[in-house]
């Protein structure tokens, strides 16, 4: 099992606020073409109303990091969020955001498939998680200090784990963990 520590990432305009690039996959995608099979990102929405770009043949995950914001999908649903709470959509859907906040994001194509989970762990405490064949772990500490597998993630990085074995997390302060785990067939 390999565990990679991502630290530089870079910030980018968007018509609400801004995005910051996490991950994307393959490495040689590029999302203004809109070639890659996930990508994970932040984003800060500074606006009270902002309207999504349209992401056709790409499903989303948004878990809410900060603040509070409504979601409202034309002729699909709507979403109240809170910190750590997360709708799923078609990003071809016109999606409308009411209020501001930080937010977490994956998008997906094809027969890629993610999952999103939130932890809070308390500092000295442990979880156990497991990585099943062709999934990819993904640790982001929105809070806190951690470790994984022995090796130290902090506030704002992004842990790729790889390998079909356990991670284990261990928290070196209180800490607040979005855990996403990818499937790529």
Known sequence: MSVN???NFRAKAW???TT??????????DFATRSFAFRLSIATINDEYSV???LPNTQRILM???GKIKLAHKKHHQKNLLPYEYDQFDGAWKTESFGTGKDFNVMTKGQTKASIEHHKLIANSHLDIAIKAGTMLFVYPHKGTTTINGETINQGELAHVAGEHEANLAAKTDSELVLVQVFVP
């Not at 910051?20 to 995608?29: G, M, V």
């Open 5 to 7: 520590i991502l630290r």
């Open 15 to 17: 018509s609400g606020g």
């Open 20 to 29: 910051t690039e996490l991950f994307i996959y393959p490495e040689s995608a």
């Open 52 to 54: 999504f770009t349209a």
């Open 64 to 66: 809410l990091l900060e």
